[in-house]
């Protein structure tokens, strides 16, 4: 199992900008999740999903959109850059159940907005 | 919402000394308290887990305390080794939350020196 994986792994843009940020998960997980990490602020919750075909505001969503595709994919867009948004992007998954709230992230994508 | 602080944001420790890390929460329905610790350049990885139900839980080297008068839970290694020098974060789970969307702490860069 590739577990859940993120593409690209950089990404450098120009302000206005707009780009894609893909996350696949073979897991068969419920839940899939976007944070960004930016230092001194931990993990920041962008966008979450609990489930196919449902999608909430996390703490931080201004600046993006996202669309779980399916159960597997969750994708997130930037759709004018700005470099505010410079940081590194976590997709993340988990089975989320009761009593089962593990999750598991993606190898990250490092955004840079000039 | 929920909002998690964590303690210290650097901590510095002689190879086989202890290290603890105190995060506090501020709602009391939270019921799910994991850490997960970060090496540079990697994905952040679930290292321990408590319940609200449990007041400690152990594995091998790494401790983890859950005080739920005083709103506060602490991880703890002994025996620090080299391998230990990370970024870890703690997080808390509101009970109304869907089932897996975590607060996460700033992060503890931790540093252990030879």
């Known amino acids: 199992n590739a577990g859940v994986t993120q593409t690209p792994k950089f990404q450098v843009l120009k302000t206005g900008q707009s780009m894609t940020l893909q996350c696949a998960q073979d897991?068969?997980?419920?839940?899939m999740y976007w944070y960004r990490q930016d230092p001194g602020m931990g993990l920041r919750l962008i966008y979450y999903?609990?489930?196919?075909?449902?999608?909430d505001k996390g703490e931080v969503p201004n600046g993006y959109n996202v669309s779980r595709l399916n159960k597997r994919e969750f994708s997130l867009r930037l759709e004018s850059a700005a470099p505010s948004q410079t940081s590194v992007y976590f997709c993340?998954?988990?089975?989320?159940?009761?009593?089962?709230?593990?999750?598991?992230f993606g190898p990250g994508t490092r955004l840079t907005v000039t | 919402g929920e909002n998690v602080e964590q303690h210290p944001s650097t901590l510095s420790v002689q190879e086989g000394d202890s290290a603890v890390i105190k995060c506090t929460y501020s709602?009391?329905?939270?019921?799910?308290f994991p850490w997960y610790k970060q090496e540079l350049g990697k994905r952040p990885q679930l290292i321990i887990d408590?319940?609200?139900?449990?007041g400690e839980k152990k594995d091998q080297r790494i401790a983890v305390t859950l005080n739920k008068t005083a709103k506060h839970f602490s991880l703890h290694i002994t025996e620090t080794q080299p391998e230990d020098s990370a970024v870890y974060f703690c997080?808390?789970?509101?009970?109304?939350?869907?089932?897996?969307?975590?607060?996460f702490g700033a992060g503890t860069q931790v540093v252990v020196t030879p």
């Open positions: 993340a998954s988990s089975e989320a159940r009761i009593t089962v709230y593990e999750q598991y």
């Open positions: 897991m068969n997980h419920n839940s």
């Open positions: 999903s609990a489930s196919e075909g449902t999608t």
């Open positions: 709602d009391s329905a939270s019921n799910y």
């Open positions: 408590i319940r609200s139900n449990v």
């Open positions: 997080a808390a789970r509101r009970q109304t939350d869907s089932w897996g969307k975590f607060q």
